[in-house]
């Protein structure tokens, strides 16, 4: 198959697509276009803790895979219209790609407070550049107040007490992570914070931010005011679809495509964190997911369906978090589940197993140190995908191998 194909978004999951196009024998011209000047890299790096200093990108691949592939690479542009009609992308620099079939990965950005923007001291994490300005002010004796209690607030958290800042968390809600994990998981996480030192403040409304010259003070609801040398707002992530929505894309929590990441034109597709799909898995429920997972099993999923395959998203959800020396897992969605099923998996390690009424299994939360979890969650994943009822009292006992159940 011959033809343009333009890329537009040089994350993960664009540049896994751009691979996966040639991998599949795609020989037409392929351009992936990204605003950082970066070349394409992981973000999960950026609010894991490092020993190497200042936080170096972890690459996709090399300039030169790139150049051998015969992958199109433009850094530092920005695509400011869709003409679906002339089928051409304009660009902010009053240049112009024209294209057969187009690919959106246009990620998500950090959600804000209302009537509150980033400022010196008020600073948000998603990019390199975001990073590198957090950790130059993580040293000893620095003052880090984190507004929101979620995987990104929490991880930056750790990585801040590692590198001897005092920090305080300020989460709305009445536990941490109320929208990710399971009390009992998210109870566990809170102690290993409190434990490294974090002050934690739940149930805990902002009611302003104000900054001086050299900090910032953020007043809650009840008359209680936090003082930092520096605030990092981590509430959440807001899908990037304003080129969507001005070409006249469907929408809904994203840029709504279909089980192939087709958008409401045929030769608009669309992946990763920007987009909502839904997932047969779930009785065809529309998700968004924003994990690393998700955006390379999209990315090379769309790269078939963008040369013509008819392949749907089938992957359970999968996501991972670090927390000091605790790894966290969970695969599959809980939404539907009336009870869960705890098993030891010594070492301090737990999982437990989300069951919906009728005994179907559709997700394992874990949570333990290192790597402890990740076989169990591995196989939990393979139940899930295999959409078993499993034997409750099976799934409890240590004694009783997982993979025997996925076997029956």
């Given at each position: 198959?011959?033809?343009?194909?333009?890329?537009?978004?040089?994350?993960?999951?664009?540049?896994?697509?751009?691979?996966?196009?040639?991998?599949?024998?795609?020989?037409?011209?392929?351009?992936?276009?990204?605003?950082?000047?970066?070349?394409?890299?992981?973000?999960?790096?950026?609010?894991?803790?490092?020993?190497?200093?200042?936080?170096?990108?972890?690459?996709?691949?090399?300039r030169?895979?790139?150049?051998d592939a015969?992958?199109?690479?433009?850094?530092?542009?920005?695509?400011?219209?869709?003409?679906?009609?002339?089928?051409?992308?304009?660009?902010?620099d009053?240049g112009?790609?024209?294209?057969?079939?187009l690919?959106?990965?246009?990620?998500?950005?950090?959600?804000?407070?209302?009537?509150?923007?980033?400022?010196?001291?008020?600073?948000?994490?998603?990019?390199?550049?975001?990073?590198?300005?957090?950790a130059?002010?993580?040293?000893?004796?620095?003052?880090?107040?984190?507004?929101?209690?979620?995987?990104?607030g929490?991880?930056?958290?750790?990585?801040?007490?590692?590198?001897?800042?005092?920090?305080?968390?300020?989460?709305?809600?009445?536990?941490?992570?109320?929208?990710?994990?399971?009390?009992?998981?998210?109870?566990?996480?809170?102690a290993?914070?409190?434990?490294?030192?974090?002050?934690?403040?739940?149930?805990?409304?902002?009611?302003?931010?104000?900054?001086?010259?050299?900090?910032?003070?953020?007043?809650?609801?009840?008359?209680?005011?936090v003082?930092?040398?520096?605030?990092?707002?981590?509430?959440?992530?807001?899908?990037?679809?304003?080129?969507?929505?001005?070409?006249?894309?469907?929408?809904?929590?994203?840029?709504?495509?279909?089980?192939?990441?087709?958008?409401?034109?045929?030769?608009?597709?669309?992946?990763?964190?920007?987009?909502?799909?839904?997932?047969?898995?779930?009785?065809n429920?529309?998700?968004?997911?924003?994990?690393?997972?998700?955006?390379?099993?999209?990315?090379?999923?769309?790269?078939?369906?963008?040369?013509?395959?008819?392949?749907p998203?089938g992957?359970?959800?999968?996501?991972w978090?670090?927390?000091?020396?605790?790894?966290?897992?969970?695969?599959?969605?809980?939404?539907?589940?009336?009870?869960?099923?705890?098993?030891?998996?010594?070492?301090n390690?737990?999982?437990?197993?989300?069951?919906?009424?009728s005994?179907?299994?559709?997700?394992?939360?874990?949570?333990g140190?290192?790597?402890?979890?990740?076989?169990?969650?591995?196989?939990?994943?393979?139940?899930?995908?295999?959409?078993?009822?499993?034997?409750?009292?099976?799934?409890?006992s240590?004694?009783?191998?997982?993979?025997?159940?996925?076997a029956?």
């Open positions: 198959m011959t033809g343009e194909i333009v890329i537009v978004g040089a994350g993960l999951c664009g540049a896994r697509a751009a691979f996966a196009l040639r991998e599949r024998g795609f020989s037409g011209h392929v351009t992936l276009v990204g605003e950082e000047v970066h070349l394409p890299y992981e973000r999960p790096p950026l609010s894991k803790p490092s020993t190497a200093g200042p936080p170096v990108p972890q690459l996709v691949a090399a030169q895979a790139y150049d015969g992958i199109e690479l433009l850094t530092g542009h920005c695509v400011t219209r869709i003409d679906r009609a002339a089928k051409r992308l304009v660009l902010s009053a112009s790609l024209g294209y057969d079939r690919l959106l990965a246009t990620g998500a950005r950090p959600r804000r407070l209302p009537n509150l923007t980033a400022s010196r001291l008020l600073l948000t994490l998603r990019t390199h550049g975001d990073a590198e300005r957090i130059a002010r993580l040293v000893p004796g620095r003052r880090l107040v984190v507004i929101g209690g979620g995987f990104i929490l991880e930056l958290s750790a990585m801040a007490r590692q590198a001897g800042a005092e920090v305080t968390v300020v989460e709305g809600q009445a536990r941490l992570l109320a929208r990710a994990v399971p009390a009992e998981i998210a109870a566990l996480v809170e290993r914070h409190r434990q490294a030192g974090t002050r934690i403040l739940l149930d805990a409304g902002v009611a302003a931010i104000d900054e001086t010259e050299d900090e910032i003070t953020v007043s809650l609801v009840d008359g209680t005011h003082t930092g040398d520096v605030a990092v707002l981590g509430i959440g992530a807001v899908p990037n679809t304003e080129l969507a929505e001005a070409a006249g894309l469907w929408l809904e929590n994203g840029i709504a495509v279909d089980e192939y990441l087709t958008s409401s034109d045929p030769d608009i597709f669309a992946a990763g964190d920007c987009c909502s799909f839904p997932l047969a898995l779930y009785g429920k529309r998700i968004r997911l924003e994990s690393w997972r998700s955006a390379q099993d999209q990315g090379s999923l769309v790269a078939a369906n963008l040369l013509g395959a008819r392949s998203v992957h359970v959800p999968w996501f978090s670090d927390q000091f020396d605790l790894t966290l897992q969970i695969a599959g969605l809980a939404d539907t589940a009336t009870r869960a099923v705890r098993r030891e998996l010594g070492d390690a737990v999982i437990l197993f989300h069951l919906e009424e005994g179907r299994l559709v997700a394992a939360s874990a949570i140190p290192g790597n402890t979890v990740a076989r169990d969650v591995r196989l939990a994943e393979m139940l899930i995908a295999a959409r078993a009822y499993p034997d409750p009292l099976a799934l409890a240590p004694d009783i191998r997982l993979k025997s159940l996925l029956a």
